[in-house]
């Protein structure tokens, strides 16, 4: 199964994006899987999960502030973010919450200005 992150970019504190990981076949139905970000010389960090049964789990950083989600075709998973912070700039990955994890891509770069 492949990951792909999109939708990262430039945004102004305050506004919002909406990230997507695109996935090869439906593992959004089968894994529970996660948003994860990484800041440079800071370790990868999970902020936002979802179960296949779509159950919700979030960081205290992000609570309040971002929705996951995923599609009915399980293929796609969203992470909704509003209200962004500079403390927000980061790469976003997309992958399984639990090992084995997948390929981890290239993620998606999200920087907010302040």
């Known amino acids: 199964v492949q990951l792909q992150a999109s939708g990262g970019g430039l945004v102004q504190s305050g506004g919002s994006l909406r990230l997507s990981c695109a996935a090869s076949g439906n593992i959004f139905k089968i894994r529970d899987m996660g948003w994860y970000r990484q800041v440079p010389g800071i370790e990868r960090e999970l902020i936002a999960s979802?179960?296949?049964?779509?159950?919700?789990n979030y960081a205290d950083s992000v609570k309040g502030r971002f929705t996951i989600s995923t599609n009915s075709n399980g293929n796609t998973m969203y992470l909704q973010m509003n209200s962004l912070k500079p403390e927000d700039t980061a790469v976003y990955y997309c992958?399984?919450?639990?090992?084995?994890?997948?390929?981890w891509g290239q993620g998606t770069q999200v920087t907010v200005s302040s």
């Open positions: 992958n399984t919450e639990r090992d084995p994890k997948l390929n």
């Open positions: 979802i179960t296949n049964g779509g159950w919700r």
